[in-house]
């Protein structure tokens, strides 16, 4: 219960959770160590509200905890067998989407969305694969754009605009045929000013934008998610 001395505290999955005037459920949540899966969101980044894995029900209803205010009156179910089901649907759709081919990826291990996948106890595609045809461009001398794997999570977008200042990225067309653009008149990675240090070559959490020769320098089976998979965090009673 919250009175005007109490901390500001909303409940998720059964145990309150305090948050800041202002924050969001999601970062509520990301700041008190509890994890509701995500693919489009950022912390540095405002919320982009597309990749729908961060959805829970607010008092009934489904919302994205990304974008919903946390607020004192809220009831937030994330970890329930309904919504890792949609989930992990949601998951198995984005898989087939675009070409995944996890081992043979320089980003298996470090991917969130493989990562995602296993934490919603994802074995298989279920659905039949669209196999898209979707180029890659190894112009650039330094980094690899590799388009079959692009979830359309925006964020090098994002960090392109809003922290390189180079808008090296975009996204166009609608639903199936929604894709990333490279900003430049060749339509080439190279003829842009995108380099190894820019935030948008480093924020992909998956392996669609990787930096050259760079392969394997952490060896399968020791890296991000090998060591600390994603899992679901135990509802934290707090005092
Ligand atoms: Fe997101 Fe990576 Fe695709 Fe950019 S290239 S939209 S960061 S998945
Ligand atoms: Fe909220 Fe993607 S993280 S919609």
């Not at 809220?74 to 949609?86: F, G, M």
């Not at 388009?147 to 200042?165: F, M, Q, W």
């Not at 199936?176 to 190894?196: E, F, K, P």
């Amino acid at each position: 219960m919250n009175t005007p001395e109490s901390p500001l505290n909303f409940v998720l999955d059964g145990s309150e959770l305090p948050f800041a005037p202002g924050e969001t459920v999601l970062q509520a949540a990301t700041r008190a160590g509890r994890y509701i899966p995500h693919l489009c969101w950022h912390p540095d980044f405002a919320a982009h509200g597309s990749c729908r894995l961060c959805h829970v029900k607010v008092n009934g209803r489904l919302v994205a905890s990304c974008t919903q205010p946390a607020s004192a009156a809220l009831e937030v179910e994330s970890d329930t067998e309904e919504i890792n089901a949609q989930r992990k649907t949601l998951l198995q759709m984005l898989f087939v989407e675009g070409n995944h081919f996890c081992p043979s990826c320089e980003k298996s291990g470090n991917c969130l969305l493989q990562a995602t996948a296993y934490q919603m106890g994802m074995t298989g595609p279920h659905f039949e694969e669209f196999y898209p045809d979707r180029p890659v461009d190894a112009s650039h001398p330094d980094i690899l754009l590799d388009l079959n794997r692009c979830i359309l999570c925006s964020l090098c977008v994002r960090a392109s605009h809003e922290i390189d200042g180079k808008n090296v990225f975009a996204t166009g067309g609608r639903g199936r045929t929604r894709h990333l653009l490279v900003n430049s008149d060749s339509g080439r990675l190279a003829d842009t000013q995108l380099t190894l240090d820019d935030r948008a070559a480093r924020i992909c959490p998956v392996g669609a934008i990787l930096p050259k020769r760079r392969g394997f320098a952490i060896p399968i089976g020791q890296r991000r998610f090998d060591l600390q998979p994603l899992a679901p965090t135990p509802p934290k009673v707090l005092p």
